[in-house]
């Protein structure tokens, strides 16, 4: 990914493509819910990583939202 900056938050990603433990970036060792990508303009679409922060606390709405259903 080109850009380093989250395409929802539009802060830096912290993306480091290839660097990491084996050659990973944290990124590519984390499980995505495909309704985070629906946050995601359609121009940023598999050119933009989402950064850590933002995978979290979607996680967090995703937990609360569950709890009020």
């Not at 819910?33 to 598999?46: D, G, T």
Request: proline share 4%; hydrophobic share 25%; glycine share 6%.
């Amino acid at each position: 990914m080109a850009n380093k900056y989250c395409p929802i938050c539009e802060e830096e990603n912290g993306c480091m493509i290839g660097a990491g433990e084996n050659g990973n970036c944290w990124c590519n060792l984390e499980k995505f819910p495909n309704e985070i990508f629906e946050l995601v303009p359609l121009e940023s679409k598999r050119k933009h990583c989402i950064c850590k922060k933002c995978l979290n606390k979607f996680r967090e709405e995703q937990k609360m939202n569950k709890k009020y259903e």
